[in-house]
């Protein structure tokens, strides 16, 4: 089992910077397995991929963000980040924190299918 917990989230102005962090807490897995990824969903759009890494240190982001957003994990604690900078309107979306801790290898795209635990989602409003 696990529980993601997302927190971090705000309203900030345009160019602004945010920093989302995923708690995770889980029973029967180990930390150092994971494909662990952040997803957006805005208002009557579908679900976005973000970001993602992996515990064999492979990462992908999004084309929208790619250049703009970091994503890392820490894993004394169990913590996935995604740092946020030069925040556009358009990224304005509720994110959730996603993860998969049966496998150490996240598989090509950011798939919403290949995760099997979501957080409850954080509200990310950035005003032009």
């Known amino acids: 089992q696990a529980s993601l917990v997302e927190s971090g989230g705000g309203s900030v102005q345009a160019g602004g910077s945010l920093t989302l962090s995923c708690t995770v807490t889980?029973?029967?897995?180990?930390?150092?397995?994971?494909?662990m990824g952040w997803f957006r969903q805005a208002p009557g759009k579908e679900r976005e991929g973000v970001a993602q890494?992996?515990?064999?240190?492979?990462?992908v982001y999004g084309d929208s963000v790619n250049g703009r957003f970091t994503i890392s994990k820490d894993n004394a604690k169990g913590t996935l980040y995604l740092q946020m900078n030069v925040l556009k309107p358009e990224d304005t979306a509720m994110y959730y924190c996603?993860?998969?801790?049966?496998?150490?290898?996240?598989?090509?795209?950011?798939?919403?299918?290949?995760?099997?635990?979501w957080g409850q989602g954080t509200q990310v409003t950035v005003s032009s």
């Open positions: 890494i992996d515990s064999g240190g492979n990462i």
């Open positions: 996603a993860a998969d801790f049966r496998r150490a290898y996240c598989t090509g795209g950011i798939s919403a299918s290949e995760y099997v635990y």
């Open positions: 889980i029973s029967g897995y180990i930390y150092s397995t994971y494909c």
